[in-house]
């Protein structure tokens, strides 16, 4: 089960989640209980489509979701002084780990004045969301390395076949 991107994944722009020591802890608590662990995968799935939903669609159903998970996720975590800021850390590592950091996340991008720069990469193949912050604001696709050659290669090809 993956579940999330990592540096060495297919989606190398993407922020990794988590670390490589707790992405293996992790695998190794949902292959001790698998029922566990594949309905912590789901929760984490739904918070994706939720996530897609408040961010892309503004639906307030999907924001009143993430609220709540927030909350939940809130009452897990403490407040821990790294360098020069103030991080929120889970206690421990679980197979719930990978929703709450997440939730985090999507919930400071929800209340960040950087939302509009949000944008859908417009491969028919991908769908991931991204925030566009180059100069011109006028990026097209998450990846310019993976779905910018695709688009590039599969324009040239239809100009030249």
Avoid at 24 to 45: D, E, K, M, N
Avoid at 67 to 79: E, V
Avoid at 112 to 131: K, M
Wanted: aromatic letters at 8%.
């Amino acid at each position: 089960m993956t579940w999330v991107p990592t540096k060495d994944s297919d989606c190398p722009s993407q922020y990794p989640i988590l670390s490589d020591t707790e992405t293996a802890h992790i695998q190794r608590l949902a292959s001790a209980q698998p029922r566990l662990g594949a309905a912590a995968h789901r929760r984490f799935l739904q918070l994706r489509e939720s996530a897609y939903e408040a961010l892309v669609h503004d639906l307030p159903d999907a924001v009143e979701e993430l609220t709540s998970a927030y909350r939940t996720t809130l009452h897990k975590a403490h407040l821990r002084h790294e360098g020069s800021s103030w991080a929120w850390s889970e206690r421990s590592i679980t197979l719930q780990t990978p929703h709450d950091r997440v939730t985090r996340h999507v919930i400071a991008l929800l209340t960040s004045p950087h939302l509009g720069q949000l944008h859908q990469c417009e491969d028919a193949a991908c769908g991931w969301v991204y925030l566009d912050t180059s100069p011109r604001r006028n990026r097209r696709w998450c990846s310019a390395a993976d779905c910018g050659n695709r688009n590039r290669a599969r324009r040239y090809y239809a100009r030249h076949h």
